[in-house]
């Protein structure tokens, strides 16, 4: 099984920050790796897939702010402006190999 | 557009079986990538299983001996059974929809069902 693991566990930043979030790959997964929004009481929400594609016909648009990159085993979500409602926990998920897995998650918390 | 919504008993015993319905209006469920997903408190997404063109369906292999999901196209509703349940399976229970071409991509989600396992 793939273990991803992401860091950091916590990103205290303020609105208007940048926010780089990591996630790391227990092996090559070429870049079958999305990345999902998740806030208290809801279900994650799509926002980038196949590492740096943002989601398209999801129920919201994703906005232009959210950028993917990287391959292999080395991934990163950057949130260029921070919006008060980017604040939220973010998962690394990969679909190289099933199963397929996900990561901790990255909370980004409001400084 | 699409909707999922999970139903099912909130409260299942050790060693009992959690069963679950997820019922699909929108798109048919004999279209795209079907899935069961639970989260238990605190902790990331976990992956129980996937199923495409009603019948082809592929489980998590820590959970395949327990596992069970099948589709009624007449009702347009897919559904998950888990036997021998302790408190670990203690999770909220997503059903979900992914793309018509690519495995393991989650785009719809339903809300969400919580189960608890406890006597």
């Known amino acids: 099984e793939i273990v991803l693991t992401q860091s950091p566990a916590t990103l205290s930043l303020s609105p208007g920050e940048r926010a780089t979030l990591s996630c790391r790959a227990s092996q090559s997964i070429s870049r079958h790796l999305a990345w999902y929004q998740q806030k208290p009481g809801q279900a994650p929400r799509v926002l980038i897939f196949d590492a740096s594609n943002r989601a398209a016909g999801v129920p919201v648009a994703i906005p232009a702010r959210f950028s993917g990159s990287g391959s292999g085993t080395d991934f990163t979500l950057t949130i260029s402006s921070l919006e008060p409602e980017d604040f939220a926990v973010y998962y690394c998920?990969?679909?190289?190999?099933?199963?397929?897995?996900f990561g901790q998650g990255t909370k980004v918390e409001i400084k | 557009q699409v909707h999922l919504q999970e139903s099912g008993p909130g409260l299942v015993k050790p060693s009992e079986t959690l069963s679950l319905t997820c019922s699909v209006s929108?798109?048919?469920?004999?279209?795209?990538?079907w899935s069961w997903i639970r989260q238990a408190p605190g902790k990331g997404p976990e992956w129980i299983a996937y199923f495409y063109n009603s019948g082809n369906t592929n489980y998590h292999p820590s959970l395949k001996s327990r596992v069970t999901i099948s589709a009624d196209t007449s009702k347009n509703q897919f559904s998950l059974k888990l036997s021998s349940v302790t408190a670990a399976d203690t999770a909220v229970y997503y059903c979900a929809r992914g793309t018509a071409a690519v495995a393991g991509i989650l785009v719809f989600w339903g809300q969400g069902a919580l189960v608890t396992v406890s006597s």
């Open positions: 998920q990969q679909r190289s190999s099933w199963p397929w897995t």
């Open positions: 929108g798109d048919s469920i004999s279209d795209f990538y």
